[in-house]
C-alpha cells in the first residue's frame, strides 16, 4: 500500500478532539508521510462531506458527536460490531465503497486485558452504570468476551431497560437508587455515565459491596484519576482509567488508513497526559 495520504475526524463542534494528536504521534513514530485533520462537519452536511470523502483525497475518517449515528446509517456496508452498537465511530474506503465500524468496544476490551489481564476469568457479575452511547460499546465488549451476568443500571431506567431488551438475557438491571445493592459480590464495576468528568457532578457510590479482588474500570478520562478510580485504589482494588479506551479505539483506524498497525506505548500516553493536563 502507498503509505502517503489522509484521514480526518469529523464531529460537530471538534475543536477538543485528541484524534489528531494521537494519529499525529503515530504518523511522525512510524515516518508515515500521512496527515490526519480535524473536520467541523455541521448535520446538515454530513451526507454530503461524507460522500465526497474519496474525491477530497480522504482514506477514511473517524467519527464523533452527533455524527455516530448518522455515519452508520450513510455507510455502504458496516461491520456486526458497529450495527450491534447501532453507531460507526471509524470509516474507510474499499473499492470506492464506504465502510464502517465501531472500535469503542474493542478499545475498552484491549485496555482492561492490558491493565487488569484475565479479568474475565472469574465469571463474577459485573456491574456496568449508565445507559448512553458508551455503554452500548461496553456491554458488546464485555459480552463478546462471555459476561453472562451484567448488572445495568442508570438515572433514567427505562434507557437501562431499553438496552436489555437489545442486548438480551445477560443484562439485568437495577433502580439507580439501588446501585449500591448491584454492586454486592461483582468482579467489575465500569462507569459509563459522565458524573465524576470535569465540570460534571461527583458519582456518589460506595464500593463496599464488590469482591476484594474487583476490577472499577472508568470511561471518564479527564480527570485522569477519578474519584471513583481513587476510591478504588484506597479500597486495594485494581483501578483502569478511561484513557487507555481512547487510545486502544484508535489502532484499527490508522491501521485501515495507512497500513502499519500502531502500537499503544508509555510514550504516546505519556504525550496525551501532558496535552489533558495543559487543558
Ligand atoms: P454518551 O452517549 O456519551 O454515553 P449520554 O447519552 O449523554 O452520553 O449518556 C450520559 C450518561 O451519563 C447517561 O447514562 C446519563 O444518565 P441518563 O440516561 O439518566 O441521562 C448519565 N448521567 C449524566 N448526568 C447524570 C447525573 N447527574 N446523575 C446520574 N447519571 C447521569
Not at 120 to 137: D, I, K, N, S, Y
Not at 230 to 248: F, K, T, W
Request: aromatic share 6%.
Amino acid at each position: 500500500m502507498n503509505r502517503a495520504g489522509k484521514a480526518c475526524v469529523i464531529g460537530w463542534p471538534i475543536e477538543h478532539s485528541r484524534s489528531p494528536l494521537i494519529h499525529g504521534f503515530w504518523l511522525e513514530r512510524y515516518g508515515i508521510e500521512g496527515a490526519y485533520e480535524k473536520v467541523a462537519v455541521a448535520p446538515d452536511d454530513l451526507k454530503d462531506f461524507l460522500a465526497s470523502l474519496e474525491a477530497n483525497g480522504y482514506r477514511g475518517a473517524n467519527v464523533t458527536v452527533p455524527h455516530k449515528e448518522a455515519a452508520l446509517a450513510l455507510a455502504d456496508e458496516a461491520d456486526e460490531t458497529a450495527r450491534a452498537i447501532g453507531a460507526a465511530n471509524t470509516l474507510w474506503l474499499e473499492d470506492g465503497r464506504l465502510m464502517a465500524s465501531n472500535t469503542d468496544a474493542y478499545g475498552f476490551v484491549t485496555h482492561l486485558d492490558d491493565t487488569a489481564p484475565g479479568w474475565h476469568h472469574g465469571g463474577h457479575p459485573a456491574c456496568v452504570l449508565g445507559a448512553g452511547g458508551a455503554t452500548r460499546a461496553v456491554l458488546k465488549g464485555l459480552i463478546d468476551r462471555g459476561a453472562s451476568d451484567i448488572r445495568l443500571t442508570n438515572r433514567t431506567r427505562e434507557r437501562a431497560d431499553d438496552l436489555a431488551r437489545e442486548f438480551g438475557p445477560a443484562i439485568t438491571v437495577y433502580d439507580w437508587a439501588d446501585r449500591e445493592r448491584a454492586l454486592k459480590d461483582c468482579g467489575l464495576l465500569v462507569n459509563t455515565t459522565s458524573l465524576g468528568m470535569v465540570g460534571a457532578p461527583a458519582l456518589q457510590l460506595d464500593l463496599g459491596g464488590l469482591r476484594s479482588d474487583a476490577i472499577v474500570a472508568d470511561i471518564v478520562y479527564a480527570p485522569l484519576e477519578t474519584e471513583l478510580l481513587a476510591q478504588a485504589r484506597e479500597r486495594g482494588l485494581r483501578a483502569v482509567d478511561g484513557l487507555g479506551m481512547l487510545l486502544h479505539q484508535a489502532v484499527p483506524g490508522f491501521e485501515k488508513w495507512f497500513g502499519v498497525r500502531p502500537e499503544v506505548t508509555g510514550d504516546l500516553r505519556s504525550r496525551i497526559v501532558a496535552d489533558l493536563e495543559e487543558s
